[in-house]
T-cell receptor, first 114, second 118 residues
Framework: AQTVTQSQPEMSVQEAETVTLSCTYD???????LFWYKQPPSRQMILVIR??????QNATENRFSVNFQKAAKSFSLKISDSQLGDTAMYFC???????????FGAGTRLTVKP | DAGVTQSPTHLIKTRGQQVTLRCSPK?????VSWYQQALGQGPQFIFQ???????QRGNFPDRFSGHQFPNYSSELNVNALLLGDSALYLC?????????????????FGAGSRLTVL
């Protein structure tokens, strides 16, 4: 079974500092995608960043980057220069290539403090 | 460009009742997926509709059913409501039957319908 674990229910960071959110997943398959989604109080899930499992290079999107360790089945999200607008729930998600069932972790609530 | 729209935003039902939730996909998308997000948890996949057919289903009972219309919009129906059905129901749209084979395709989510069952 494919599962996603986020071990940090809540985290906080000072504005302009860097924070890393952890995610591990479990699968016996080789081909899959990993995602980080942000869910602000407006409830709409917004894609932050995605990574294909076959790509060794870590994905980056502006202030957001990931550390993908395939052997360890780890996919952490680093947010640099944190902004107040980054305050939200962050979900790590996983999907197999030939499947449409996206699996989500339980989320990490991030608070950016001024 | 309108994104994914869902209605209603909030609703309250009692146990045993039936509910219908509606979703209009993002312009250019032809596939709709439904997710249930219980309080304090991540979303769970209910099912996906493509070409007006249910293409894949998660681990949900038959009380959960759906429909997709020719204009790609979709409905989620839940019969015989239980207290445990209280949740945020998210609709997500995409293009094509298989999510990751669409290359850069990703799910676009709506803001959800918050269902409370009393």
């Amino acid at each position: 079974a494919q599962t996603v674990t986020q071990s940090q229910p809540e985290m906080s960071v000072q504005e302009a500092e860097t924070v890393t959110l952890s995610c591990t997943y479990d699968t016996s398959e080789n081909n899959y995608y990993l995602f980080w989604y942000k869910q602000p109080p407006s409830r709409q899930m917004i894609l932050v960043i995605r990574q294909e499992a076959y790509k060794q290079q870590n994905a980056t999107e502006n202030r957001f980057s990931v550390n993908f360790q395939k052997a360890a089945k780890s996919f952490s999200l680093k947010i640099s220069d944190s902004q107040l607008g980054d305050t939200a729930m962050y979900f790590c998600a996983f999907i197999l290539y030939n499947n449409n069932d996206m699996r989500f972790g339980a989320g990490t609530r991030l608070t950016v403090k001024p | 460009d309108a994104g994914v729209t869902q209605s209603p935003t909030h609703l309250i039902k009692t146990r045993g009742q039936q509910v219908t939730l509606r979703c209009s996909p993002k312009s250019g998308h032809d596939t709709v997926s439904w997710y249930q997000q219980a309080l304090g948890q991540g979303p769970q996949f209910i099912f996906q509709y493509y070409e007006e057919e249910e293409r894949q289903r998660g681990n949900f009972p038959d009380r959960f059913s759906g429909h997709q219309f020719p204009n790609y919009s979709s409905e989620l129906n839940v019969n015989a409501l239980l207290l445990g059905d209280s949740a945020l129901y998210l609709c997500a749209s995409s293009w094509g039957a298989l999510l990751v084979r669409s290359g850069a395709n990703v799910l676009t989510f709506g803001a959800g319908s918050r269902l409370t069952v009393l």
